[in-house]
């Protein structure tokens, strides 16, 4: 049986590098539908079961740039059964706010973070155990660049989408922000898959014009998302997407805090 692999991280990430380490020369390349981002696709090496597709880089899963939505719409629309979050380790916290993205999708995800000779150069260390506990999700170093840690990874990813174990969802958020979001899940319960209802409710919450719009037959649910939003706006004197942006950039400070070692000694030459 065919499996489908999505390859997602932010630019500059490494991503290429990975695609064409995981890949050799067994790629296609075109434009997906309706816009000039390019799609490039690839059967796994020594595995011809497994389809490697490579999203456009990207920062975030919002719904403001085509490559954004190109790789929402792929992972929304087509499920594949697993997704490898490439992740610059030298590069933490920025690249940690879409893994936490990733992880609401009920996708099962696998973290690679790469560029760990970057890393490793620097006197740094990241703890991927702790990372991957933290995260609910395999957590692998390797550096696409050198080659290493890739047969670890395409093992962890290959079991993924074998087993479909989707990261739990975690609530990572503080009281009133998590509080909001129950109220919203409440008001859309009967309505969503509970395995997504994580992911609407934060979209909701932010006032995500796509999710508005796809749920907007369930008119009361709509109302009460946005009593909620104001309700919170106002308490943080903040709009929502710049709540949920803190929040989460918060949560990945704990993150980075319990997992990643700096040098403290002066650094070696
Ligand atoms: C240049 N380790 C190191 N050290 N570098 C890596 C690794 C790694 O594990 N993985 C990737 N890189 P892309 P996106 C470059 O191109 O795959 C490097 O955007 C240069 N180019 O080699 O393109 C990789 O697809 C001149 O570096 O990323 C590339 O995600 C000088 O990271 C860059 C130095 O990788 C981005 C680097 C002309």
Redesign the pocket.
Known sequence: MIRKIALA??????????FNALTGANQSVGNWPGVTVEKKEGVLRGNKEVRIIDLP?IYSLSPYSPEERVARNYLRDEAPDAIIN?IDGSNLERNLYLTTQLAELSIPVVAAI?????VKKRGESIDCAKLSKKLGLPVVE?????GTGIDTLIKEACAAAEEKTAPVSKRIFQGSVEKALAEVEMAFADTLPADRIRWYSIKLFEGDPEVLDELKDNTRGIERAAAVRERCEAEYDDDAESIITSERYAYITTLIKESHKKQSGPRLT
């Open positions: 991280g932010n630019p500059n990430s490494g991503k290429t590098t990975l880089g490439i790469n560029m760990i000779d970057v390797i550096s696409a660049l050198k």
